[in-house]
C-alpha cells in the first residue's frame, strides 16, 4: 500500500503542491545552518546515509574556515565561498567528520585545488530533497538531490568548456587517503578515509565507498594526483611536479594517495544539463554500485526529487497541526525533519553494513541498521521523540545498539559509522535502552540488553571504556573530583549526573523485568549524586573522596565552554538540576519549592541558562514539579522558544546535537515534553498550535491517535483535560498518552 | 619433459650440488651492486616480474641514500643499513623507480618508520634465485626467495616478540600513495603507486597489486596509517596524532594513503621460523591471488628455492663453458643471468596485462607479454644476445613491442610496466626490430612493423614524441643544432647518430621485405650524419641549420654527465665512431686506417674512452676493420674486460643498463660481439675459454649448435678456423653462426 502511494506521488508530482498537506513545504533547511547550529541545507532523505549538501567551509576568505577554526560543519550561512557538493555529512554534530566526496562543476579551464576554483554563490534555495543555487563565476546552476545512499546532481552549463570534478583530497574530515578508478567513459569509483571524530580515537579511520555516473561522455577525463612533496636533494630532479598535481587522462586503473580526484570535461556548443548520480556505501564499491541502480537506476532528476519529497511527506504527516503562524509551522516541521536525519542508515541496500571496528561486512536480518548515535545528546529528547512518533524506527535503533554490543563488546556511546568515537561522558546508552523498554517497545532482548547495560555499569580490571570514574563512583557514590584531577573523567560532577541518571534508568529496567535486587542496587546508586549538594550553596560541587569541596568555587565559571573543574561543557548553575529524575528531593535539599524558584530565577534571569547545550534542557519544565509555579514552564517555554528557535538560519541554539534540540522544539510547540529519562511520563504545557494530531505507529500504540487542542488565545494554561477529565497535574503518563489521549488545553482568558 | 626435469630437480637439490654443471653456482649477485653498476643481490628467476631485494638505500647514514642523491637503486654493496625487502624492483637502470611493497621482520616493540627500525646487517650471502642476511639489531636471520610473480621469505626469529611488516610509505620510488587491507587472520592484500621513471612523464603513475600470506597466526594484527598533517588551528586538537602514525588492530578494511602498512606482531615462547609468501600482479589484487597461488601455493621455502636454481641452469645451460678460471666463469654465467632480468614478463599467469597507457586489462594470445625496455642501451648488444640465445623470447619482445604499438599508437622507445617514460633519445625500436628480422627471427608481423617503424621515422603534425628532431632532421640531413638549443631535442649529434642507426636498420628491413623505395631513402638519410664530420677536427660536431659549427667546441667537454651542446651523456669522442654501420667510410674521412687508429689510441689511452656508457661500446671492436691493426680489438677488449668486469661487486662499469653491458661481456667472452646493429654478423676476439659450446634453439636455428674453441695458450689469434675453412676476415656472418658453425680460434704462440 505505501509503496503503491510513494509511486504515485512521484509521479504526480505536480500534483503536489496542490495536496492540502504538502507538509514538505514547512520544511525551511536553513534554519541551524548558521551560530553554530551545524545543520546544513543539503539535499536528504529521512535517515538518509547520503545527503548532497553544499560545501563551503574551505578556503581562505570564505568565512568559518574548516582548518582555521572549529568548524563542525560542511556549510555555513554565513559563507561565501562554494566549493562543491559532499555526499557524506554529519548534521548539527560539534566536531568535523566526513564532509567528503565532493562534487564540483566548473567552467573553462581545468583546476583541480579548490583554492583555485571556489565560487561564490547566489539564488539559494532549498527545500525537504532539494538544494540549488547559481556559482557566480561559473554561470552553472546547480540542483541536487537524494535518496537514503545515493545523491543526484544536475548541473546546468552554459556553452563553452565544463567541468565535473570529484575531488577526493578535499573534506571536512581531518582524515586523508584516496583511490579513485575510471571505470568506463561515464563512470568512475573510488574509496575515501574519513574518522577521527572529535579527536578521541586516532585509530577509528574508515574508507567510504562510492560510485558516480555521469550521463553525457565527456571530451577529455581522467584523474588528478597530488606529488607528494620530496624534500630531498632528488626533489631538484622533479621540480615541475615536485608536490603538484599530474592530470593523468584515460587512466583505466586506480590511483592512490592523500590528494586525488576525477574529472570529466566537455566542450559544450550550446548551453547543457549534465547530471550526476553517485551511490555510496560503507561497505564495498560493488554496494555502492548497487545501491545506486536500486534506488537511483534510470530515474531522472525529477523523478528523484519526486520521490524525496514523498518520503518527507510521509514521515512528516504523521503530525499534523492546525492553527499557528506559518513560521509556527516551519519552526515545527523543520524540527521534526532535523529529528530525521540521524540516527541514519548504514545498510546497504542488501543489508550489508560493516561491523563495529573490525569492518567485516554483516547483514541485517530484519529491520535497518543504525549510525550516528551521539547518545548524551539525544537519550534527552530525540529518542524520546522517535519512541513516541517513529516506535518502529526507534526499536531498530535499539537493536542496532545492542548489535553494536555484540561486534564490539560494548553499547554504544558516541557511535559513528561503526567506530566507537567515546565522546562526552555519561552510561547514556542505558538510558535509552532504559527509557524505550519502559515505555513498552520490548521487541528486543531485554535479557541481552540488561546484560550489556550492566557491564557498562561496573568497573572491569582492564578498565571500563564507557565509565572510566566508575569504581571510585560506586565507592563514593559520587565520581571524586581527585578522579578528574588525575584526568581519568572529565567533570567529575557532571559525570556523577550522568551515572546517576544511567543507575536511575537501570533500576527502573531492572524493576520492570522483575529483578528486585538490581533494582533496589542502582536505585541506591542513582541517589549517591546527592551528597555532591552543597547545602550552603546549592549547588552541586566537586568534592574529593575525603568528603572536602573542591575550591576554588565560582558557580559561574565553565559558561561558554571554558574548562572548568566539576562540569563538562557548563558550569554549576547548568548541573544545578540536571538530577530530573529526583526533582522532589532536589525541592526538599534546596529548602522547598520558594527556595528552588529563587534559584530558577537566577538562572533564568541573570543569564546562567544555556539553551545551546543539553545538561539544562529540562530546566523550564521542572515548574511543573512545583505547586502553583506552573505557568513559569508556560512562560520559560513560549520564551525559549521564540528567543531561540526561529525561522531563520541562526533559529536552532546552537548545535542542533543530531537533532536534540529540534526534537526539544518538537516536543515543546506539541505541549508535551518528557523532562526525566526512564520516567514515562511527559510534563505538559501550552502547545504551539490550536490542534495537534499525531498519527500512532498501530503495530506498537494502541491508539490510533493523540488530540492535544488548545481552546482559548492566551499562553497560559487554566486547566488539562485529557479525555474528558480534568487533570490535577501537569504531567501525563506515556501509557494514557499512547492510548489514544484527547488532551484539551484550556487557556486562561487574556 | 621440461615440467618433469624441473619437478624432478625441485625434489633433489640436495643432489643438485653433485651435478657437473650446477651453472647457477657461478652466479655472483653481487657483481654490480656498486659503483652505480645497479644491479642487486636479491633473488629472482629468469625475467621474473617479481625480485625479492634487501632494501638498504633509505635512512641517513646508510651511505649512498635514495633521496639525498641520484640513487638508482634499492641496494648497494657499500650501503650498511637494511630496511627490508622490496618484492617489484629495476636492475641495472640509471633512475629511481619500483623498490616497493617492503617486507621488514623486527622484533621487540613496533616501529613502522624505516628511520626507527632499519639496522645494520651481517652474514649476507647470495646465490641465484636466493639471498640470506642477518639483522644486527633483532638477531633475524632471514632467507629470502622468488618465482616470477612471487616473492617467498623465511624470518628466524629468536624467542620474543617479533614483527613482520608491510610497508607501503617506503619505496624507491618518488611515487606513493598505497591501499592495505586485512583479508583474514593470516593474509593482507593491497597495491602501492609507483612510476615517473626519469622524471619524464609526471602523469606516468599506477598501482602494483599484492597478496601477502604468513604460515603462522599472529598475536596483534593490523595497519598503520599515518595522519597528514593538519597547519591549520584546528591541528591543535589532534595535537597527539597531528602528522602522525596511528595503529589499527584488527582492522579488515582498506585503509588508504600516502604513508601506510600493515603487521603482523607474535610472541613468539621460542625461536621459529615464519615464512612469509607474496604475490604480486600489475593487473589486480585477485590476480596477484592466482598468481600467488599458482606459482607458490603450497610450496615450502625450499621447494621454491630448488625451483629458482633449477630455472637458472636451465637457461643458464644454454651455454656452457670449458676452461678459464673461476673468476671468469662467474664473471661469464653472472653477466648471462643480468642478460635475463630485463625485459621481464608482466602478464599474471591467466595472461592478463595491463595495456598501455590506459592499463585496461588486456590478455596475452601466446607467449608472454614483456616490459622494461631500455632500447637506447640493449637495442646494442642486449637484444642481439637474446636474439642468438632465447630467440622465443626475443620474438615475445617483439610481439611485446607490436602491442604496444597497437595500444598506444607508438613503439616503445623506454617502456617501463606499460607506461612510455621518453626516456634517452633516438628511435631504437626500429633497431631492434630491423635486427631480429635480419637475422632470420621473422615470426611476426612484418607489414605492422613496418607500419609502426615508419611512423617513427616521419614528422607529424602534433609532434613526433619518439623522434622529436625528425623534420628539422630530413631536411638538413642531421639535427641542427638550432633544434638542440630551442630544447626540442638532447644532444643534436648524439641524436642524429641515433636517427642515422635507426634509419640505416630501416632502408635493410626495407631491402629486406623488398621495398626498394623506402631502402634508398633511409639509407641516404642513414648517411646524412656525415654532414657533421668536421674534417679539421674529424669530430662529428653540432652544426647549425646554415652550416656553421657551434662553438666553442672542446670534444673533452661532456664526460662523465657534464652538460655539453651536441652529444647526450657523452663528449665527441664517445660519439666520433658511433655510426657502427659506417665504419669503412668512417675510415675514409679520417683518411685511412693510420689516421683513424690514431684517434683510437688517443681515446683509449688518453682517457677518452667510457665503458660506463653505450655510445662507445663497439670501439674495441673497430680494429676488425683495420686490415692489420685487429690484434688491437684483442688487446682492448680483454684490457676492458679485465679493467671493468670483475667478480666484484663493482665489477660492472657503471649502470649494467638492464643488462647492456652484461651482454656486452658475455659476447666479448664468447669472442663474437655484434658490432653493427642491423648488420647481421660478428666481429671476433679472443674468447675467455678454451671451449663454448653454445645450445641452439631448434625451432628458430638451423645449427644444433655452437662450438667457439681456443687453442693455445696465448691472447693473440693467429688465425680463425669455421667449419674448418680458415677465415679471412675477422667477422662471421649471422647465418654461419646458427647453422651451427664451430669456429676454432688458433691462438699465437707466446
Same mark, same amino acid.
Given at each position: 500500500?505505501?509503496?503503491?502511494i510513494?509511486?504515485h506521488?512521484?509521479?504526480?508530482?505536480?500534483?503536489?503542491?496542490?495536496?492540502?498537506?504538502?507538509?514538505s513545504?514547512?520544511?525551511?533547511?536553513?534554519?541551524?545552518?548558521?551560530?553554530?547550529?551545524?545543520?546544513?541545507?543539503?539535499?536528504?532523505?529521512?535517515?538518509?546515509?547520503?545527503s548532497?549538501?553544499?560545501?563551503?567551509?574551505?578556503?581562505e576568505?570564505?568565512?568559518?574556515?574548516?582548518?582555521?577554526?572549529?568548524?563542525?560543519?560542511?556549510?555555513?550561512?554565513?559563507?561565501?565561498?562554494?566549493?562543491?557538493?559532499?555526499?557524506?555529512n554529519?548534521?548539527?554534530?560539534?566536531?568535523?567528520?566526513?564532509?567528503?566526496?565532493?562534487?564540483?562543476?566548473?567552467?573553462g579551464?581545468?583546476?583541480?585545488?579548490?583554492?583555485?576554483?571556489?565560487?561564490?554563490?547566489?539564488?539559494?534555495?532549498?527545500?525537504?530533497?532539494?538544494?540549488?543555487?547559481?556559482l557566480?563565476?561559473?554561470?552553472?546552476?546547480?540542483?541536487?538531490?537524494?535518496?537514503?545512499?545515493?545523491?543526484?546532481?544536475?548541473?546546468?552549463?552554459?556553452?563553452?568548456?565544463?567541468?565535473?570534478m570529484?575531488?577526493?583530497?578535499?573534506?571536512?574530515?581531518?582524515?586523508?587517503?584516496?583511490?579513485?578508478?575510471?571505470?568506463?567513459?561515464?563512470?568512475?569509483?573510488?574509496m575515501?578515509?574519513?574518522?577521527?571524530?572529535?579527536?578521541?580515537d586516532?585509530t577509528?579511520?574508515?574508507?567510504?565507498?562510492?560510485?558516480?555516473?555521469?550521463d553525457?561522455?565527456?571530451?577529455?577525463?581522467?584523474?588528478?594526483?597530488?606529488?607528494?612533496?620530496?624534500n630531498?636533494?632528488?626533489?631538484?630532479?622533479?621540480?615541475?611536479y615536485?608536490?603538484?598535481?599530474?592530470?593523468?587522462?584515460?587512466?583505466?586503473f586506480?590511483?592512490?594517495?592523500?590528494?586525488?580526484?576525477?574529472?570529466?570535461?566537455?566542450?559544450?556548443?550550446?548551453?547543457?544539463?549534465?547530471?550526476?548520480?553517485?551511490?555510496?556505501?560503507?561497505?564495498?564499491?560493488?554496494?555502492?554500485?548497487?545501491?545506486?541502480?536500486?534506488?537511483?537506476g534510470?530515474?531522472?532528476f525529477?523523478?528523484?526529487?519526486?520521490?524525496?519529497?514523498?518520503?518527507?511527506?510521509?514521515?512528516?504527516?504523521?503530525?499534523?497541526?492546525?492553527?499557528?503562524?506559518?513560521?509556527?509551522?516551519?519552526?515545527?516541521?523543520?524540527?521534526?525533519?532535523?529529528?530525521?536525519?540521524?540516527?541514519?542508515?548504514?545498510?546497504?541496500?542488501?543489508?550489508?553494513?560493516?561491523?563495529?571496528?573490525?569492518?567485516?561486512?554483516?547483514?541485517?536480518?530484519?529491520?535497518?541498521?543504525?549510525?550516528?548515535?551521539?547518545?548524551?545528546?539525544?537519550?534527552?529528547?530525540?529518542?524520546?521523540?522517535?519512541?513516541?512518533?517513529?516506535?518502529?524506527?526507534?526499536?531498530?535503533?535499539?537493536?542496532?545498539m545492542?548489535?553494536?554490543?555484540?561486534?564490539?563488546?560494548w553499547?554504544?556511546?558516541?557511535?559513528?559509522?561503526?567506530?566507537?568515537?567515546?565522546?562526552?561522558?555519561?552510561?547514556?546508552?542505558?538510558?535509552?535502552?532504559?527509557?524505550?523498554?519502559?515505555?513498552?517497545?520490548?521487541?528486543f532482548?531485554?535479557?541481552?540488553?540488561?546484560?550489556?547495560?550492566?557491564?557498562?555499569?561496573?568497573?572491569?580490571?582492564?578498565?571500563?571504556?564507557?565509565?572510566?570514574?566508575?569504581?571510585?563512583?560506586?565507592?563514593n557514590?559520587?565520581?571524586?573530583?581527585?578522579?578528574?584531577?588525575?584526568?581519568?573523567?572529565?567533570?567529575?560532577?557532571?559525570?556523577?549526573?550522568?551515572?546517576?541518571? !544511567?543507575?536511575?534508568s @537501570?533500576? *527502573?529496567?531492572? /524493576?520492570?523485568? $522483575?529483578?528486585?535486587?538490581?533494582?533496589?542496587?542502582? &536505585? +541506591?546508586?542513582?541517589?549517591?549524586?546527592?551528597?555532591?549538594?552543597?547545602?550552603?550553596?546549592?549547588?552541586?560541587?566537586?568534592?574529593?573522596?575525603?568528603?572536602?569541596?573542591?575550591?576554588?568555587?565560582?558557580?559561574?565559571?565553565?559558561?561558554?565552554?571554558?574548562?572548568n573543574?566539576?562540569?563538562?561543557?557548563?558550569?554549576?548553575?547548568?548541573?544545578?538540576?540536571m !538530577?530530573?529524575?529526583? @526533582?522532589? *528531593?532536589?525541592? /526538599?535539599?534546596? $529548602?522547598g519549592?520558594?527556595?528552588?524558584?529563587?534559584? &530558577? +530565577?537566577?538562572?533564568?534571569?541573570e543569564?546562567h541558562?544555556?539553551?545551546a547545550?543539553?545538561?539544562?534542557?529540562?530546566?523550564?519544565y521542572?515548574?511543573?514539579?512545583?505547586?502553583?509555579?506552573e505557568?513559569?514552564?508556560?512562560?520559560?517555554?513560549?520564551?525559549?522558544r521564540?528567543?531561540?528557535?526561529?525561522n531563520?538560519?541562526?533559529?536552532?541554539?546552537?548545535?542542533?546535537?543530531?537533532?536534540?534540540?529540534?526534537?526539544?522544539?518538537?516536543?515543546?510547540?506539541?505541549?508535551?515534553?518528557?523532562?526525566?529519562?526512564?520516567?514515562?511520563?511527559?510534563a505538559?504545557?501550552?502547545?504551539?498550535?490550536?490542534?495537534?494530531t499525531?498519527?500512532?505507529?498501530?503495530?506498537?500504540?494502541?491508539?490510533?491517535?493523540?488530540?492535544?487542542?488548545?481552546?482559548?488565545?492566551?499562553?497560559?494554561?487554566?486547566?488539562?483535560?485529557?479525555?474528558?477529565?480534568?487533570?490535577?497535574?501537569?504531567?501525563?503518563?506515556?501509557?494514557?498518552?499512547?492510548?489514544?489521549?484527547?488532551i484539551?488545553?484550556?487557556?486562561?482568558?487574556?
Open positions: 500500500m505505501k509503496k503503491i510513494l509511486f506521488i512521484s509521479l504526480c508530482l505536480s500534483i503536489l503542491s496542490s495536496f492540502a498537506q504538502d507538509l513545504e514547512y520544511v525551511n533547511p536553513f534554519i541551524g545552518s548558521t551560530n553554530y547550529g551545524a545543520t546544513n541545507p543539503g539535499a536528504i532523505v529521512p535517515r538518509g546515509m547520503v548532497v549538501v553544499p560545501f563551503n567551509t574551505a578556503g576568505g570564505t568565512g568559518k574556515e574548516k582548518d582555521s577554526d572549529w568548524v563542525s560543519f560542511p556549510y555555513d550561512h554565513t559563507n561565501t565561498l562554494f566549493s562543491g557538493f559532499s555526499h557524506v554529519l548534521s548539527g554534530v560539534g566536531c568535523p567528520d566526513l564532509g567528503a566526496i565532493i562534487l564540483m562543476p566548473t567552467t579551464e581545468l583546476k583541480v585545488e579548490t583554492e583555485e576554483y571556489a565560487t561564490t554563490y547566489s539564488q539559494e534555495d532549498a527545500s525537504a530533497g532539494y538544494y540549488t543555487n547559481v557566480d563565476r561559473y554561470g552553472v546552476k546547480t540542483e541536487v538531490s537524494a535518496t537514503q545512499r545515493a545523491g543526484i546532481s544536475r548541473f546546468h552549463f552554459p556553452a563553452g568548456e565544463a567541468n565535473i570529484m575531488n577526493l583530497g578535499q573534506a571536512l574530515s581531518n582524515e586523508s587517503g584516496g583511490m579513485v578508478k575510471m571505470v568506463n567513459e561515464q563512470e568512475i569509483e573510488g575515501r578515509m574519513v574518522g577521527t571524530f572529535c579527536y578521541n586516532p577509528s579511520i574508515y574508507p567510504v565507498y562510492f560510485v558516480m555516473k555521469v553525457q561522455t565527456a571530451e577529455r577525463k581522467g584523474i588528478w594526483q597530488k606529488h607528494r612533496k620530496n630531498g636533494v632528488e626533489g631538484n630532479w622533479m621540480a615541475a615536485n608536490g603538484q598535481n599530474r592530470i593523468l587522462e584515460d587512466a583505466y586506480p590511483v592512490l594517495g592523500d590528494s586525488l580526484g576525477a574529472f570529466f570535461s566537455y566542450d559544450f556548443a550550446e548551453p547543457t544539463q549534465v547530471e550526476v548520480k553517485i551511490g555510496v556505501s560503507y561497505v564495498s564499491i560493488e554496494n555502492a554500485r548497487e545501491n545506486l541502480e536500486k534506488e537511483i534510470e530515474k531522472n525529477e523523478q528523484v526529487v519526486g520521490n524525496a519529497k514523498a518520503q518527507w511527506n510521509e514521515v512528516l504527516s504523521n503530525v499534523a497541526v492546525e492553527g499557528g503562524s506559518e513560521d509556527d509551522k516551519t519552526v515545527f516541521y523543520t524540527s521534526l525533519y532535523h529529528s530525521m536525519i540521524h540516527p541514519n542508515i548504514i545498510n546497504d541496500e542488501n543489508g550489508d553494513y560493516p561491523v563495529s571496528k573490525t569492518r567485516k561486512t554483516g547483514k541485517v536480518e530484519n529491520g535497518d541498521r543504525y549510525t550516528v548515535f551521539s547518545l548524551w545528546d539525544t537519550y534527552r529528547s530525540l529518542h524520546p521523540l522517535l519512541t513516541l512518533l517513529y516506535p518502529e524506527q526507534q526499536l531498530d535503533m535499539v537493536n542496532s545492542l548489535a553494536i554490543y555484540d561486534e564490539s563488546g553499547l554504544p556511546k558516541w557511535e559513528l559509522n561503526s567506530t566507537e568515537t567515546f565522546t562526552m561522558v555519561g552510561d547514556p546508552a542505558s538510558i535509552v535502552i532504559a527509557d524505550t523498554y519502559l515505555k513498552g517497545l520490548d521487541k532482548d531485554e535479557q541481552k540488553a540488561f546484560e550489556a547495560i550492566l557491564k557498562n555499569a561496573y568497573p572491569i580490571e582492564s578498565g571500563n571504556p564507557v565509565r572510566p570514574g566508575v569504581a571510585e563512583y560506586i565507592e557514590g559520587y565520581v571524586p573530583v581527585d578522579v578528574e584531577l588525575d584526568e581519568k573523567v572529565w567533570g567529575s560532577v557532571s559525570t556523577t549526573l550522568e551515572y546517576a541518571v !544511567a543507575d536511575w @537501570i533500576s *527502573q529496567y531492572a /524493576k520492570a523485568i $522483575g529483578n528486585k535486587e538490581k533494582h533496589k542496587e542502582f &536505585l +541506591e546508586r542513582a541517589y549517591g549524586y546527592r551528597k555532591l549538594f552543597d547545602k550552603n550553596s546549592k549547588f552541586l560541587r566537586p568534592k574529593y573522596a575525603n568528603g572536602k569541596w573542591h575550591e576554588p568555587f565560582d558557580p559561574a565559571h565553565g559558561a561558554n565552554f571554558q574548562h573543574i566539576g562540569y563538562v561543557e557548563g558550569n554549576a548553575y547548568q548541573y544545578n538540576l !538530577a530530573q529524575f529526583d @526533582i522532589p *528531593q532536589l525541592i /526538599k535539599l534546596f $529548602g519549592t520558594k527556595e528552588i524558584d529563587k534559584r &530558577l +530565577e537566577m538562572i533564568f534571569e543569564g541558562y544555556d539553551m547545550n543539553e545538561p539544562d534542557i529540562a530546566y523550564p521542572i515548574y511543573n514539579y512545583m505547586k502553583g509555579y505557568y513559569k514552564t508556560q512562560e520559560r517555554v513560549l520564551k525559549l521564540e528567543e531561540h528557535f526561529t531563520q538560519p541562526d533559529g536552532i541554539a546552537g548545535n542542533d546535537d543530531t537533532g536534540t534540540m529540534s526534537a526539544w522544539t518538537v516536543f515543546s510547540m506539541m505541549g508535551i515534553y518528557p523532562d526525566a529519562p526512564a520516567v514515562p511520563r511527559y505538559l504545557t501550552t502547545p504551539a498550535f490550536d490542534q495537534i499525531i498519527t500512532l505507529d498501530q503495530n506498537h500504540w494502541k491508539g490510533e491517535k493523540i488530540t492535544i487542542k488548545k481552546e482559548g488565545n492566551s499562553n497560559l494554561i487554566d486547566a488539562i483535560y485529557v479525555n474528558g477529565k480534568k487533570q490535577k497535574s501537569f504531567f501525563i503518563n506515556h501509557s494514557d498518552l499512547v492510548d489514544g489521549a484527547e484539551i488545553f484550556k487557556m486562561k482568558n487574556q
